[in-house]
DNA sequence: TATGAATGAGGCTTCATTCAT
DNA sequence: TATGAATGAAGCCTCATTCAT
């Protein structure tokens, strides 16, 4: 009886998971607010209940995301640990991300992040400082020895970033394989090819 | 007498390049047909009379241009040089022509390229070709032992591209500033960061 | 104990209350029932208990309202004074409730009385009632000598009605200045005007 | 041939002949756009070719007869006549109006004029300039001595044109009779009212 | 080839009202 | 009495595309 009762929060919450279903599914622009209500088996007017227009609802679904990533650098970045590490560290939690949860991810990428000429402008400040805390991280590495200083941090982060941003497309597109063990293997392969470097070493 | 009228051909490019523009200040979705006439000077159905809808006006952009690149690939993989510098003409084709034409660029990178959801589909099976060109290079220099064996081809192609493309969207949305010598720079950045890496080396 | 709590009749006049302030400030349209709920500090719903709709909200205020100049015009024909002193005296009580309470009057007359094709065609036999009974006075004036014969009852209270409503419409709009003077002086321009004529008499 | 095809400007005039229609007869918020496009025959898209939205055709309707009228008081103010026959001439020729296109001056006085709180606030300085006319025509009969000075022209103007506009509202929601002859007596009555007044005079 | 008037489907949003608690 | 979550109908406007000339 008690738990019988969805609430407001969890009401919401319904939208949310409905939203990137269907936003996976169509697309943002595709789709229409009455197919994330239909999906949520709530009324159509619901939605308006709890977000202020179809933008709002991605809004939300890509900062509650989003924020966890920048504070994931921010963290990781404050750790003692070699700067290869830190990158892994990164490189894992988003590929993680997409593991657990690919259709949120696929329409954070796809939708906002992608989407740069529409919804990512409005997020374009967000995403510049995920970007930043990636520059800065690589700026400690150089500070520390660890990295090479004639790749500007900026540049570097951005050839890092696009990288990964590259192969969870793939994955989303299916130009590459995606499973767990390739997921795994990513992590290592980013990181191998970024730091590493293409170059077969004679040593 | 001759010359002084615009052949069929001309009206035609006349549109694409004042479709370059419309697309590139509005984006694809944000501006009207008639905002391609009105840029190109010409009468609202004319544009139905060279393409067939809207969609073919960019399809055309893209392919037009894609195509070339696609071409330079293949051309520079069969060149005999090193596969650092067959990375390096690509790198310096793609940043050229942003030199050259940063609108265009704009409008395939952020239109179809980056738009996966929509014109991307459409244009899946042509974007994987450059792709698995660029593999096939990456393919040959492992094969001649420049190229590290333990990263597969493929995720080495998307790493490159990813990288590339990421930059291009940096200067299109001015996270990274862009000039002559930025572009000049980048194109050594690229190379040295994907097949160097961004590990400092003791030697 | 007794007093703090308020009576059902209270909470009802609350809502009134603040039903007038949004109308007059957003209009009976523009205004959605939650801006009523929040101006008087109740829930959403809790107009629903009072009133059966939106509409009825309005009703109320206007009937309460009009029935009270209804009621002031029988009362004014009964009386044994001069025609032109009757008609001063619904003038002064049309224009002594504006400035009492202008917004109430702003709503009545900008929403109901002049909103002939809504709310106006509801309640157009209590309007019809006013001016029935204002063309009484005239009538009545006419038998007893005061008031000219060849213009019919019907039209002079027209007249005298839009006359009014007109000024009243002025000053709600800032059409013309409104004030304490104002008022006191209209009450006597009214009569003069109507009564008087705006024809300048040799005598 | 020649005069089989409708013109532009006639299928433009057939939307607002058809929207006057409408609008007398639902109301302007009540009607929807399809309304309109359905009374005139044509696609429910013409009606945005050739108006910017349903608002702009109100305006149109409102503008196009509203400046006849303030170009008439302008006008009639020049003349050299009495002030009461320039009065006259107004009356006249909005009771003219009336008769010649009832719905019109419906739709303009119930949707515009009337509707001062939505439409009417667009419109309030073209409304106010139609009282500024009248009111100089009053001022002027004040200085040649034909109207008396203690009361103000514009309180004047208000009284004249509210009864004439109090009239014409008694006509559309059938309060008042109407017909052929009740225009022409009314023209008179008006001025009869106004400027003689209702007082009986022992002359 | 060239014009631009004509068509009409499609979708977001608002908000009065209901209802379960 | 009181709350506010839930419902869903209704309508304006956009704009790609067609077509008559």
Avoid at 57 to 75: G, K, N, Q, Y
Avoid at 97 to 116: G, N, Q
Wanted: with cysteine; glycine share 6%; aromatic share 10%.
């Amino acid at each position: 009886m008690a738990t019988s009762k969805t609430t407001a929060a969890e009401k919401r919450r319904l939208i949310l998971d409905a939203a990137v279903r269907v936003f996976a599914r169509q697309g943002f622009h595709t789709c229409r607010v009455s197919d994330i209500a239909d999906e949520a088996g709530v009324a159509y007017g619901l939605v308006y209940h709890y977000f202020r227009s179809k933008d709002e609802v991605l809004d939300t679904l890509f900062r509650d995301r989003w924020s966890l990533m920048t504070a994931l650098i921010e963290d990781v970045d404050g750790r003692d640990m070699p700067t290869r590490d830190k990158l892994r560290q990164i490189t894992s939690f988003i590929f993680d991300s997409y593991r657990h949860d690919p259709e949120l991810m696929k329409v954070i990428i796809v939708e906002v992040t992608r989407a740069a000429n529409s919804f990512g402008q409005t997020h374009l400040q967000e995403i510049r400082g995920a970007y930043e805390g990636i520059a800065r991280i690589v700026e400690h590495g150089q500070e520390r020895g660890e990295i090479r200083g004639d790749v500007t941090s900026q540049f570097a982060a951005m050839a890092f970033y696009g990288a990964i941003e590259q192969v969870l497309t793939s994955w989303i597109f299916e130009l590459l394989p995606f499973g767990e063990a390739e997921a795994e293997q990513a992590k290592t392969l980013i990181v191998e090819t970024i730091c590493g470097g293409l170059d077969a070493r004679s040593a």
